[in-house]
């Protein structure tokens, strides 16, 4: 049996936290025991999400809360912190996690400035404005300092994508931002760390994948033999989190892609 209570009584903010690795991440906070508020967009087509959410949150140990917001907006980041500890009447945020983010493929030379525009501004300028308004509170405005926070990045940090070439830089940027936030915050107590997930089914691939072709293509260069689940990114975020497991855990990167990057050769 897996530890329990690992996050007991923790406050979290996850963004993106409906659908995908978001919501994978946060019901591994909510069986850990960690309350945990979700940002997402309220979009129809996402209600259907979150009302499973809802009611699959109802039998864990932790607290579900969710608003409505667009991570593009300076706002929405003090926001969510406001939202989370209001609502769970704490003086503390312990984690945040910055996991919105938009991927759609795009030829290089057809690209337009709109999405290029669009990506840089959800994955990467969304990014920096939730984790600044969660460091400042965890910074300067709990006693103690401190806290967790973690940025999904992703294995497209590391290597190139002929259709990718506006998403890959933006999540190097949220690679480098958590190393940043690292250098920047360790005096205060505040860990910042990058999970890179690999080739994980989500609805941003889902479709893509569909191509049995494609996907045992894919499956053929992931040494563990398998296309991961959302579910494999869960267990390395309640590390991170957690600082019993990982107190001295800083300004790193860990992959989680079944050992597709050391393959890539």
Do not use: W
């Not at 949150?57 to 926001?79: M, N, Q, W, Y």
């Not at 501004?121 to 460091?135: I, K, M, P």
């Amino acid at each position: 049996m897996p530890p329990t209570n690992l996050l007991l009584g923790k406050t979290a903010i996850i963004t993106g936290g409906t659908t995908g690795i978001g919501r994978a991440i946060t019901l591994a906070f909510l069986a850990q025991g960690a309350n945990v508020a979700v940002n997402h967009l309220g979009l129809p087509s996402d209600a259907s999400h979150l009302s499973s959410l809802i009611a699959e949150s109802s039998s864990l140990p932790g607290k579900f809360a969710h608003l409505k917001g667009d991570v593009r907006d300076p706002a929405t980041g003090p926001v969510l912190v406001s939202f989370a500890l209001s609502t769970f009447n704490t003086p503390r945020l312990d984690i945040c996690v910055s996991n919105a983010g938009i991927c759609t493929f795009s030829p290089f030379l057809n690209t337009t400035p709109d999405l290029f525009s669009a990506t840089v501004r959800t994955n990467l300028d969304g990014a920096f404005y939730v984790v600044q308004a969660a460091a400042r509170q965890m910074a300067l405005n709990q006693d103690p300092p401190g806290g967790s926070i973690i940025g999904i990045s992703s294995i497209s940090a590391l290597v190139g994508g002929a259709e990718q070439g506006h998403y890959t830089p933006t999540k190097a940027g949220v690679l480098s931002l958590m190393q940043s936030a690292a250098c920047a915050l360790g005096r205060y107590g505040i860990r910042a760390n990058a999970i890179l997930p690999g080739t994980v089914r989500t609805q941003l691939n889902d479709e893509d994948l569909k191509d049995d072709k494609k996907r045992v293509y894919m499956e053929g260069r992931i040494p563990l033999g398998r296309i991961g689940e959302p579910k494999d990114v869960g267990g390395p975020a309640v590390f991170l989190a957690c600082e019993e497991l990982s107190g001295y855990v800083t300004g790193a990167q860990v992959l989680v892609d079944g050992g597709l990057f050391v393959n890539l050769q």
